[in-house]
T-cell receptor, first 113, second 110 residues
Framework: GENVEQHPSTLSVQEGDSAVIKCTYS??????FPWYKQELGKRPQLIIDIRSNVGEKKDQRIAVTLNKTAKHFSLHITETQPEDSAVYFCAAIIQGGSEKLVFGKGTKLTVNP | KAGVTQTPRYLIKTRGQQVTLSCSPI?????VSWYQQTPGQGLQFLFE???????NKGNFPGRFSGRQFSNSRSEMNVSTLELGDSALYLCASSGRDEQFFGPGTRLTVL
């Protein structure tokens, strides 16, 4: 089955710096890769996603890149702000079949003012 | 459009008891997935229901079960509760592409 590895587990940056979180997946059939942000005590919120037919996607300060050959994808946050502090989860799924998301273990991002 | 709702939000049970959690998906969504979130194991897939049928199942013991009704609302049941079942239980509603999570049910087993 699918396995998703996520690194780093914790990340601390200064406000205004960039943050990068990386994930690798094992099943080459996976074709949809969402990223979720979870603030303390709240539900995971979808912040950006990418499909296997696209190499990069950007939404304001957030971007995701996908390398299908290497089977890894990354989340990039530029100009970080204190409100970006949260736990970020990557996930992989084979769409078209069952809707079973396999999650990475999460990255706790702290943005220091 | 209303979001995913889960009830109850908090629950305290003792070992050996059973519990039923409920999830109402976004209107029009037919797929409901359940996840267990714990600090040690992260987010783990329990099972997914689509059109009242279990379509996929994770690696959890048979004490964890679920069902889905004709209106797409789903319930999950945990029997013979153990201390290790204490967790945040999240359901996710799936439409054409994305999955949207409910607020979760925080279960504490004493």
């Amino acid at each position: 089955g699918e396995n998703v590895e996520q690194h780093p587990s914790t990340l601390s940056v200064q406000e205004g710096d960039s943050a990068v979180i990386k994930c690798t997946y094992s099943d080459s059939a996976s074709n949809y890769f969402p990223w979720y942000k979870q603030e303390l005590g709240k539900r995971p919120q979808l912040i950006i996603d990418i499909r296997s037919n696209v190499g990069e996607k950007k939404d304001q300060r957030i971007a995701v890149t996908l390398n299908k050959t290497a089977k890894h994808f990354s989340l990039h946050i530029t100009e970080t702000q204190p409100e970006d502090s949260a736990v970020y989860f990557c996930a992989a799924i084979i769409q078209g079949g069952s809707e079973k998301l396999v999650f990475g273990k999460g990255t706790k991002l702290t943005v220091n003012p | 459009k209303a979001g995913v709702t889960q009830t109850p939000r908090y629950l305290i049970k003792t070992r050996g008891q059973q519990v039923t959690l409920s999830c109402s998906p976004i209107s029009g969504h037919r797929s409901v997935s359940w996840y267990q979130q714990t600090p040690g194991q992260g987010l783990q897939f329990l099972f997914e229901y689509f059109s009242e049928t279990q379509r996929n199942k994770g690696n959890f013991p048979g004490r964890f079960s679920g069902r889905q009704f004709s209106n797409s609302r789903s319930e999950m049941n945990v029997s013979t509760l153990e201390l290790g079942d204490s967790a945040l239980y999240l359901c996710a509603s799936s439409g054409r592409d994305e999955q949207f999570f409910g607020p979760g049910t925080r279960l504490t087993v004493l």
